[in-house]
């Protein structure tokens, strides 16, 4: 029977002892990890964050999009025939909430003839621009609002 004195017999996955330089070198391996591991998340939140910011921009000015028109057609419920005061009544309105309307085409007509009985049609288109639009296949939208009015 052998005897080998010095050696150790403690299994392998046994701890290390609590103020040992093996726990230390665990200690700074976790500390590395959790900073890989956060590099790697914080572009990934970084997306969603954005994403949503984008998503509420969207919901705002497609909702502008629609008051505008609506609020031009009943301004053509008035006057039909005054093109210049309906295309200023949608902008007034869209500026009101926060949406520039000077690159957006906002058209205005009568589909059976400006007059009593009949409607007054607007209709505008506003290109939209995302915050995140290099990360996403369409990096800008075309927006529309139409609203349709009869004229007293």
């Known amino acids: ?60 000015a497609s ?6 028109a609506r609020e031009a057609a009943r301004y053509g419920t008035f006057d039909p025939f005054d093109v210049a005061g309906i295309v200023g009544a949608a902008h007034a309105e869209a500026e009101d909430s926060g949406i520039d309307l000077s690159g957006s085409t906002i058209g205005v007509s009568c589909p059976e003839g400006c007059g ?16 995140m639009g290099g990360a996403f296949i369409v990096p800008n939208l075309t927006l529309g609002g139409s609203a349709e009015m009869i004229v007293p």
């Open 1 to 60: 029977m052998s005897v080998t004195i010095g050696s150790s017999c403690k299994p392998a996955d046994a701890q290390p002892e609590p103020g040992s330089l093996e726990m230390k070198r665990r200690r700074n391996d976790a500390a590395g990890q959790e900073l890989v591991e956060l590099a790697l998340l914080i572009p990934l939140l970084l997306l969603i964050a954005f994403g949503v910011l984008d998503l509420g921009r969207l919901f705002h």
């Open 63 to 68: 909702i502008t999009i629609a008051n505008a």
């Open 116 to 131: 009593s009985g009949l409607s007054v049609r607007v209709t505008i288109q506003y290109p939209f621009q995302l915050v």
